[in-house]
């Protein structure tokens, strides 16, 4: 597989563990709509994208049934046959009419309508109910899916239907929009900016920091005996009561050993170990994307948002680029006096993972030195109506503490410093150019801190910055990349 194709593999596992998964634990009645309509697009965009032959469509089926077997073991038996479906309706309609407007809209509309009427076929072909039983099977099945009680169960019936099928071809035909769009555009290659890359970088620190103890999985055998003592206690309490324990016990068997047994027996029987892995470790990094495109549609209208969702995922597929998410240093930059200090405090009090380093606001017209980890201030620049005070270092109007840029220098080459996710150093300036100010504290940070560096810098000293640091591919932000994550 290319790196195209196993990110697009990567997101169709995510469509079906994360959104699928979760819709199918909660009984949501749109389950059909939005990983349908996710599933429909990974399929096109995979076999386009590999000249529409089957072999690699099938090893990413194998491979999405894998990792949907090892992550989301709640789902029922009947997702893993759609899931199967669309690919195959996929390639035969694909293979044999070729991809383009018609062929889509026919396939989005075919994928969604078997969505819908899915549990009617499973209950007429593979349990061989006659077919009137199955119809009266499936309208008090749709009865509970959308809440609607009453009268009229055919036009209910025939509502739920119309639905995925207008939503088939409506998103059959964003798809095409979508492709002849991003597709064959050059410029696309460069949709994801500076900003997005160091965003990722800061959702998936946050979201492994404090999750690793949570994400500890548990074995089986705690649920088999939290299971058999459930059925033991059923039988020594009022009669009333032991029906209740004993349904717990038979979830807790079920879900806490059957279906992870059977998922990873299910992992083993596809021979997709390496392939179910790689999709795997990149679920983590497609939900610090989803978080952070959520966080940037915040102005927009709920429809917006889970377009402008779907749209940014189906867009990392296509125009990723992994070398950009190892950057380590990033330079905040812009003129003098535009809030670049104010910003990036208001952006690290929403954070949700360990920063280190400092940050220079003003406060009374004059800078302080704040110390983010330890959340305390200190004083850094002086005004002459102190009088005369020893130890100053004085660059044009500006005079400053020494003892501040020796403490500030000292904080940057602690244990803790090097190993902290993100080290703010606020900021570069002509003192730092000629060797002074913070520069022994900067020199040794990029030389033992293996995370993350963001440099705070105005833009006239930007060039001579990245030259007398040798940050030429250092990541450009500025203050509005920041304010727009709110």
């Not at 812009?334 to 952006?347: C, E, I």
């Not at 006239?460 to 940050?471: K, N």
Request: aromatic share 10%; net charge positive.
């Amino acid at each position: 597989m290319n790196s195209k194709t196993q990110r697009l593999v990567a997101l169709w596992a995510f469509a079906e563990c994360g959104v699928g998964g979760l819709i199918h634990a909660l009984h949501l009645p749109v389950s059909g709509l939005v990983v349908g309509s996710m599933a429909v697009s990974v399929i096109t965009l995979l076999l386009e994208d590999n000249h529409r032959q089957w072999q690699p469509l099938a090893a990413a089926l194998l491979t999405v049934l894998s990792v949907k077997a090892a992550l989301s073991p709640h789902s029922p038996p009947t997702a893993y046959l759609a899931v199967s479906f669309q690919a195959v309706a996929g390639f035969v309609i694909y293979r044999w009419w070729g991809i383009h407007r018609a062929s889509i809209v026919v396939f989005a509309v075919i994928a969604l309508a078997e969505s819908a009427v899915q549990r009617l076929l499973v209950l007429w072909l593979l349990f061989d109910q006659q077919w009137l039983d199955a119809i009266a099977t499936y309208l008090n099945w749709v009865v509970q899916q959308t809440g609607i009680e009453g009268h009229g169960l055919e036009w209910i019936t025939a509502i739920y239907i119309t639905v995925h099928l207008v939503t088939g071809a409506w998103v059959g035909v964003q798809l095409y929009r979508f492709m002849k769009q991003y597709n064959s555009n050059p410029a696309a290659v460069h949709y994801w900016t500076d900003a997005d890359y160091f965003h990722w970088q800061c959702q998936l620190q946050a979201s492994s920091s404090g999750a690793n103890a949570a994400r500890k999985k548990r074995s089986p055998i705690y649920s088999l005996c939290a299971a058999i003592a459930l059925y033991v206690v059923a039988g020594f309490i009022p009669p009333w009561l032991a029906p209740i324990l004993r349904t717990m016990a038979a979830l807790v068997l079920w879900f806490g050993v059957l279906m992870p047994l059977g998922g990873k027996l299910l992992s083993r029987a596809f021979r997709a170990p390496e392939r179910a892995r790689m999709a795997i470790d990149t679920i983590p990094l497609l939900r610090a994307i989803a978080t952070d495109l959520w966080q940037k549609s915040t102005h927009l209208s709920a429809y917006g948002k889970v377009k402008a969702l779907m749209k940014g995922l189906f867009l990392w597929a296509l125009f990723y680029d992994p070398e950009k998410m190892q950057r380590r240093i990033y330079l905040l930059t812009g003129p003098v006096h535009t809030g670049k200090s104010t910003a990036l405090l208001q952006w690290i009090s929403r954070q949700t993972f360990f920063i280190g380093g400092f940050v220079t606001p003003e406060i009374n017209a004059r800078k302080q030195m704040y110390f983010i980890a330890e959340k305390t201030y200190a004083p850094f620049e002086i005004s002459p109506e102190n009088g005369p005070v020893s130890g100053l270092t004085t660059i044009g109007r500006y005079t400053f503490l020494q003892s501040a840029f020796d403490s500030a220098n000292q904080h940057l080459q602690t244990p803790v410093s090097q190993n902290t996710p993100l080290i703010v150093v606020d900021e570069i300036g002509k003192l730092e150019l000629r060797g002074e100010g913070l520069d022994k504290g900067i020199r040794a940070l990029l030389s033992q801190h293996s995370g993350m560096i963001l440099f705070v810098v105005r833009d006239s000293l930007l060039e001579d910055t990245m030259q007398h640091y040798a940050l030429k591919d250092a990541g450009i932000l500025c203050a509005d990349d920041l304010k727009a994550r709110s």
